[in-house]
């Protein structure tokens, strides 16, 4: 998941299937494997965001360390799929 490169591709090629397949698997779970990774990655994203332990670390490192190469495109996804910015949460859970 920390892979940036991390693709329906590299993915469908480790497992020794075909994209087109892969694809289809994922259809009938009315998904995609890009939306599971990012689903993935931001549920991993969001543990040491939340955490006190984690205070320390950048909301930026967070990001890199998942697999964002953009923290904007982070902040917007995280923000999209918790309804809640990284830094707010982050000053949520340090208070």
């Not at 397949?21 to 599971?36: G, N, P």
């Not at 332990?53 to 909301?59: F, G, L, P």
């Not at 697999?67 to 949460?89: Q, V």
Request: charged share 25%; net charge positive.
């Amino acid at each position: 998941l920390h892979e940036e490169s991390l693709t329906i591709q590299s993915v469908a090629d480790e497992i020794g299937i075909s994209v087109r397949h892969l694809a289809r698997l994922f259809a009938q779970r009315d998904t995609t494997v890009s939306e599971l990774i990012m689903r993935q990655r931001l549920s991993r994203a969001h543990e040491p965001l939340s955490d006190p332990r984690y205070a320390e670390q950048s909301v930026s490192a967070t990001a890199y360390r998942w697999g964002f190469t953009s923290h904007a495109h982070f902040s917007r996804a995280f923000k999209a799929a918790f309804a809640i910015t990284p830094t707010e949460l982050r000053r949520s859970r340090s208070h």
